[in-house]
């Protein structure tokens, strides 16, 4: 294999259904993964599920059933709609699994032996539902003198704590140490705007310690840190060695070694903190390598309000891929806002949307051109040689050669708009071709060279794009290359060749019979 490439989710709380948010995390996920995979690299696609905590115990005690019982559940409905949103994964890891139990005790034993834990009282405050600690130093001064104060993330209520626990160090050397990894790899956490926050973070003196285990008599729902019987594992520390838990940590040194460090951990803006400083301090005291790139992506909101499930203002993606389809909505969340931005989601924004890009551009090319074909070449493609060139052929041409590198940049960059802007681009420029090539007046006067070229001129740039559609709408782009007349799926595992040489050798053969079908997307009016 020319590359490997190791892409990861968060795992999320099953406390509730997931909503909109989490699909785009996972859509934005799948789009890379599947990118790569396009590309003939091997790819490692994790994803998962937060099963301990007090957050989960409490919304379990609610549902008047035991952790375990809560969680067997509520993973059903995650697991339900990442295959309704064809989301490709290769492992998906929960939290209470004895793989991952074993893994974390293991780590745990490590810092423990190493002599890098220290036993003392935590004061603070704790965010239950964001399972986060937070000290003085995160409150302005008015909320310190205030009774109640506010979570910085969720800006619910926070409970004061004070408790014993283990702690890794993470002011001093540490926090040089990281400041340093980041001025020093500018890919580290990408946008550039969560790099200067993260930045700005370690400007100022950090908490001087993480705590990495909670009391058994207040959270008994966690793993058992494996030197003392009365505590658990935090669960964001828990949580957070899915990443290396999955891929063999210590047992498996081989496979480890194979996908660690992780190219890309794909966030929400949310838990920035947990991934760009603990996660970082923590495998430094493990001593393994950081992760690559950690990317996190902007808030999908109602109005101005983050959709978050507590909220009850979620959107759900069952109900949207119901009524517009599964490629609607990828489409949707990753052409209508630039990665790293935040989101408004409406029904009108993603109708309007799929009707000018999705029905209008792709669709549109896609059935008028299998329409000519039926008609004029009896559902043949015309071979190459029989066809009769034109100057005017050489804008869709050179659409398609620079397609590759456009998308390879735009994918670096993980500028999702670009990459399918380039796209429609293409496919629209195939749309205006058709109306000024008039291939019926052509036919009416029997030129049937010129006509040959001008159906092959549009199949073509059918077939270079529905391959570079795959990674974003990859239901749709399947069905498009089953019309062009493949039998075999359009990706298969044991394809290695690059994009650029699959556009160049997946050449249509002579005569290959298309499948029209029915239109790919109707256009739709708003209900
Ligand atoms: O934080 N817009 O889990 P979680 C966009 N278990 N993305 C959103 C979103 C929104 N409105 N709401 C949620 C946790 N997300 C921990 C993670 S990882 C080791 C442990 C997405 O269920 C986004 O990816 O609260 C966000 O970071 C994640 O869900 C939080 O999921």
């Known amino acids: 294999m020319a590359n490997r490439f190791y892409i990861t989710t968060p795992l999320y709380y099953v406390n509730a259904p997931p909503h909109l948010g989490h699909a785009y995390t996972e859509i934005v996920s799948d789009c890379l993964a599947r990118y790569h995979r396009l590309n003939g690299e091997e790819v490692w696609f994790l994803t998962g599920s937060d099963e301990h905590g007090q957050k989960i115990a409490r919304a379990a005690e609610s549902a008047r059933l035991t952790p375990q019982a809560f969680v067997d559940q509520m993973i059903q409905p995650f697991q339900t709609l990442w295959r309704t949103l064809h989301v490709r994964y290769d492992d ?35 965010c239950v539902p964001c399972e ?18 506010t979570c910085a993330n969720c800006q619910r209520p926070v409970e004061a704590l004070e408790e014993e626990g283990y702690d890794l160090r993470l002011g001093g050397e540490a926090q040089q140490w990281l400041l340093h990894h980041l001025d020093t790899h500018p890919e580290f956490i990408v946008p550039e705007t969560r790099r200067n926050e993260v930045r700005s973070l370690l400007e100022r003196p950090l908490p001087e310690v993480l705590c990495v285990t909670r009391p058994v008599r207040r959270v008994g729902w966690g793993i058992p840190a494996p030197f003392d019987a009365h505590h658990v594992v935090y669960v964001w520390v828990d949580a957070l060695l899915n990443y290396i838990s999955a891929v063999g940590f210590p047992d498996d040194q081989q496979r480890l070694a194979h996908w660690w460090p992780a190219d890309v951990h794909v966030i929400g803006k949310d838990i920035l903190r947990h991934h760009a400083i603990y996660w970082p301090m923590l495998l430094h005291a493990l001593g393994l390598e950081l992760p690559h790139t950690i ?9 101005d309000v983050k959709m978050s499930k507590s909220r009850g203002n979620a959107v759900d993606p069952q109900a949207v891929v119901a009524e517009y389809g599964v490629d609607a909505l990828r489409y ?31 669709g549109n090319l896609h059935f008028r051109t299998l329409t000519m074909v039926e008609k004029y070449t009896s ?126 050798t997946a050449m249509f053969h002579d005569g290959q019979r298309i499948q029209k079908g029915q239109p790919l997307f109707p256009r739709r009016e708003l209900t």
């Not at 004895?98 to 603070?124: E, P």
């Not at 990317?295 to 109005?303: D, K, M, N, Q, R």
């Not at 949307?353 to 792709?362: E, G, H, K, M, T």
Request: aromatic share 10%; hydrophobic share 45%.
């Open 132 to 149: 986060t600690y937070w000290t003085s130093t995160d409150f302005s001064a008015e909320q310190l003198a205030q009774s109640v104060k």
């Open 92 to 126: 998906f890891i929960r939290t209470t699994e004895s793989r991952h139990i074993r893994s974390v005790q293991a780590a745990l034993q490590r810092l423990f032996d190493a002599h890098q834990l220290v036993k003392s009282i935590y004061t603070g405050w704790y």
């Open 332 to 362: 949707f969340v990753l052409r209508e806002v630039p990665f790293g931005h935040d989101g408004v989601f409406t029904e009108e924004a993603l109708v309007k949307r799929f009707n000018a890009d999705l029905a209008n551009d792709v």
């Open 295 to 303: 990317l996190a992506h902007g808030w999908w909101t109602v109005g």
């Open 379 to 504: 559902g043949r493609i015309p071979s190459a040689h029989q066809c009769e060139r034109s100057p005017a052929d050489e804008v869709l041409a050179r659409l398609r050669q620079a397609l590759p590198q456009t998308l390879e940049r735009a994918m670096a960059r993980y500028d999702f708009v670009a990459a399918l802007e380039a796209i429609l681009v293409a496919m629209n420029r195939a749309n205006k071709f058709i109306e000024e090539q008039a291939p019926w007046t052509v036919a009416a006067a029997s030129h049937t060279a010129r006509l040959h070229g001008i159906l092959w001129q549009l199949l073509e740039t059918l077939r270079v794009t529905t391959l570079t559609l795959w990674p974003f709408i990859p239901h749709a782009a399947e069905r498009m290359w089953q019309a062009l007349g493949w039998a075999e799926p359009l990706w298969q595992a044991t394809d290695q060749r690059t994009l650029a040489q699959r556009i160049e």
